[in-house]
């Protein structure tokens, strides 16, 4: 029997609940506002191991982690729509998936307004003018606005890693050396 691709799952399923999360805001007019406040619950989880291991941990129950997630929203004042969908998404035990549906949703509002969004891995941080200038040349090359969802990964140890849609362009130092690490094999 086949083993199914969990990441592949996931991804389907973080896909539906932002579907059905934007199609809510969308009747509710705060598009903006679910938008504002799914990017603060992430800039929580990016910030606390402890909040990281609660949503990635199948050893909290649903009550417990919908009680936290609740408690933490309160505390970073989120409320309405998004409270109320991080309670469901707690009951329905897919915390895991939080941070794949947070990215859908942003992927959905941005083609919403005619925009793509670029997934950018660099090896350090970008300054604001890195940024502009890479959205100046993905717009050139797309045609549209480009949003960036730019990480750190430092072992690609330069260079940048950008995926549009399907399409991915790979200029890390870490690919560069690989590559050449192959054809030195294949010359001796």
Do not use: C, W
Not at 30 to 37: I, T
Not at 56 to 83: C, D, H, M, N, T
């Amino acid at each position: 029997m086949p083993v199914a691709d969990t990441s592949q799952q996931t991804s389907g399923m973080a896909y539906r609940y932002a579907s059905s999360l934007f199609e809510l805001a969308l009747e509710t007019g705060s598009v903006e506002q679910v938008r504002s406040d799914l990017d603060r619950f992430q800039a929580m989880i990016d910030e606390s191991d402890d909040l990281k291991r609660l949503i990635a941990s199948p050893v909290f129950s649903a009550e417990g982690q919908s009680r936290a997630v609740s408690a933490l929203a309160a505390k970073a004042g989120i409320q309405g729509l998004v409270a109320n969908f991080l309670k469901v998404v707690a009951g329905n035990r897919r915390l895991f998936a939080l941070p794949g549906i947070i990215r859908s949703f942003r992927a959905t509002h941005a083609r919403h307004r005619g925009e793509v969004t670029a997934e950018v891995v660099s090896a350090h941080a970008l300054s604001q003018a890195q940024e502009q200038e890479l959205k100046s040349a993905l717009k050139g090359v797309s045609g549209k606005d480009v949003n960036l969802d730019v990480s750190v990964d430092p072992s690609i140890l330069g260079g940048l890693i950008v995926k549009i849609g399907s399409r991915q362009i790979d200029t890390s130092l870490r690919t560069k050396l690989s590559t050449l690490k192959l054809a030195l094999k294949e010359v001796g």
